[in-house]
């Protein structure tokens, strides 16, 4: 099979590939890419690289994994997955990524298409109005630093007790929304700055807020489509992609200039700066550690309050509360993280850097309405294509560490996707086929054009062969609003 890298990699499975320890000095575990042998063809040279350079770093257990949507990112591949022994291993900045807790979140309504269809145009531009996008974009909740660092320490449930939500929001979020052992005293003032009026707002790049139908025939599992919430006949679910934000990407920055200096205390060495880091158990470790948590519960509290201002935006548009609309959350996960978790009676720190958790049923850590089915994964496509709602899996929790895939996957730089299309005539075209969007910048718009991506279908395919997560349903674009 020709392949991108010079590297032997044998197949396991029809979607399982292994690169053997031995095909790179310092390797200490093997590699494991997941995805389909035409997925494997079209993967990066990057990604090879940088899954072997992970199973290089100290204290990694059992393999390094790449899911079917990898490619090339900062340190680890995005799609990158990775545990470490909480006694000798490390934690780094490059395997969990510069927008900490970037997550997805779904919401489903009692509405069907017919009821929005003729009024889609007013609810994208209420909803643009209201949830600020871009770069630099700013919201309405007004934080002093004392304000912040309860955002920090609580996460969705400050946002919650403020009255932007419903405590069902909380037991249907990842963790209930807030991560122990988040300590602002290792936020720089840096960080606070950039994050203190951030809070509501969607961002740029790949981030979005979607409207999407659900129709009955794209459900595959109904069983799990009913514990959900989801029952199809062209019912309307909205999907938010975003993160941390500013507060987020300076803490990463900053600890990778820390983890640099480390390294050398330590006796560390990485084969790519990028996977800078620092022993889990170290000073400069557990900082870390305590700062990312800070980060993620900010996006919590982040994509809390845009659910807010979704419904708000739903009540204004269509006359009716919320709850008369039925707009129930079904989930909100992480997909930028590192967290201890327990496999086999055995405590890991598992990196995931585009990479979405996935317990199947029985999982403690899995809210009570869904523990016969599994946690809900949510995994965004492209624009033009639409999304997917998978369901986790016991053979996840024995085989990826409890991950899968988190979205299509990136086929092509933002930079050659913007010389390829032009976003005004995107806009166009996707308004001709049903989809209309709202976007701040067209060149912006541009870069996350549909053949940007993978085909999110096939990557499903992938871990759904693999029995690590369980295609629900698929969901299919009518508006988007973009940064």
Known sequence: MKLVTSMNVNRLTDVIWEIPK???????????????????RAMDAGVFEQVTNVSCLPGIQRYALCMPDGHWGYGFPIGGVAAF???HGIISPGGVGYDINCGMRLIRTDLTLSDVK??????????????????????FVKLSRRGLQEVMRKGARWSVDQGYGWDSDLTHTEEEGCLAGADPEHVSEQACQR?????????SGNHYLEVQVVRNDRIYDRHAAEQFG?????QIVIMVHCGS?????????DYVRIFE??????????KDQQLACAPYQSQEGQHYFAAMNCAANTAFANRQIITHQIREAFRTVFRESPEELGMRQIYDVAHNIAKVERYEKQDFLVHRKGATRAFGPGSPDVPESFRKTGQPVICGGSMETGSYILVGTEKANTESFGSTMHG???????AQAKRTVHGATLQRSMAERGILVKAVSMSGLAEEAGIAYKNIADVVESVDTAGITRKVAELLPIGNIKG
């Open 22 to 40: 031995t095909e790179k000095p310092g390797m200490l575990v093997p590699a494991r890419i997941y995805g389909t042998e035409k997925i494997l």
């Open 85 to 87: 022994d909480i006694g």
């Open 118 to 139: 003729p009024r889609l145009d007013a609810l994208m531009t209420e909803l643009f109005r209201t949830v600020p996008a871009g770069v630099g974009s700013k919201g």
């Open 195 to 203: 994050g203190m009026a951030q809070l509501g707002t969607l961002g």
């Open 230 to 234: 989801i029952h199809g006949h062209d």
């Open 245 to 253: 934000r500013g507060l987020g990407h300076q803490v990463g920055t």
């Open 261 to 270: 200096k480390a390294m050398k205390r330590y006796g560390i060495t990485v």
């Open 408 to 414: 299509a996957g990136r086929t092509m730089s933002r």
